[in-house]
């Protein structure tokens, strides 16, 4: 099993990106929060899961080792794929998880695409027990809790961006939306609160 990669980013996809580790490719597929903040030509370190099903081989990637537990906590619902469990990572992060499913918090978990209230209630049901470790100050956000040229901090930036791509946005709009949501809602905004202003700004656009 692979743990991690270490390499240079050649080009970032969609969903994925494809990382050059001392000559050989990989495509590692990553949430949006990681690709929305990597850049071509970077370096970087990427802890990944393996996922290997009798019709399948992928590596699913993450820059946190708690996302990557995240994830394979995730999958282990039942009805959870590594697709939608990439994509609940997609629209929040770990720690956010984690408070929404230990709070019964179905309104949260229902803002990601794809999550309906059924999922929403079986991942309540099936991990609200499992996730003592992530809930509070215990995990590390992607980013290490910089903080952008906005003074926003840098996990909440990428949760909203991220969660405006997954609603179907193109990058450069939700760029410039989460900024005037930075703006307007100031800089220790919550991630509710930035989002909705985000989304009245593109709505009246």
Not at 44 to 49: A, D, L, P, V, W
Not at 117 to 143: D, Y
Not at 186 to 204: I, M, P, V, Y
Request: charged share 20%; no cysteine; glycine share 10%.
């Amino acid at each position: 099993m692979i743990s991690f990669l270490k390499g240079i980013i050649e080009e970032i996809g969609d969903d994925s990106l494809f990382l050059d580790v001392n000559g050989v490719g990989y495509q590692v597929y990553a949430p949006s929060r990681v690709l929305a903040q990597v850049a071509e030509g970077e370096v970087i370190k990427i802890h990944t899961h393996t996922y290997v099903r009798e019709d399948a081989l992928a590596l699913y990637g993450f820059t946190e080792t708690t996302d990557r537990a995240m994830f394979e906590k995730l999958m282990s619902v039942s009805g959870v794929g590594a697709k939608m469990a990439m994509a609940i990572l997609s629209g929040l992060s770990s720690q956010d998880i984690a408070n929404a499913v230990t709070a019964g918090d179905i309104a949260t978990l229902t803002q990601i695409s794809g999550v309906g209230k059924k999922l929403a209630e079986r991942l309540i049901l099936e991990l609200k027990n499992k996730l003592g470790a992530f809930v509070g100050g215990n995990v590390t956000s992607i980013g290490g809790g910089k903080v952008t040229a906005a003074g926003m901090p840098q996990s909440a930036h990428s949760d909203v961006l991220s969660a405006l791509i997954n609603m179907g946005f193109k990058m450069a709009q939700a760029q410039q939306a989460l900024a005037v949501a930075a703006d307007e809602a100031g800089a220790e905004a919550d991630f509710g609160t930035l989002l909705k202003t985000a989304l009245k700004t593109l709505r009246s656009a």
